[in-house]
């Protein structure tokens, strides 16, 4: 099964694995990025505690979409391809 192509919001899909048609369930990851780009912030930017914005930017994390309705995992979409 090849994943889907999907972006970092949900999207309605039909499901290829119950063939229902879903939005799915967008969960955010923190990655390596996330991470990465809280320490630099955190260095240059502490007097603001700049360095928990990371954390809450959904574009800086991975996305990995479930089924709704079956739970399963349907595709994952990747922060460093919107970091530019
Ligand atoms: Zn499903």
Known sequence: MEL???GSEPVGIRCPYCY???M???QYKNTTLTHT???ILG???WW???CIIPY???RWKNVEHYCPNCRRYL???SSRATIL
């Open 56 to 58: 809450v930017v959904k």
């Open 75 to 77: 595709g994952m979409h």
């Open 4 to 6: 889907l192509q999907v």
């Open 43 to 45: 260095i240059f930017f």
């Open 24 to 26: 799915t369930r967008a």
């Open 37 to 39: 780009i809280a320490i």
């Open 48 to 50: 603001l505690c700049c």
């Open 20 to 22: 229902e048609d879903v």
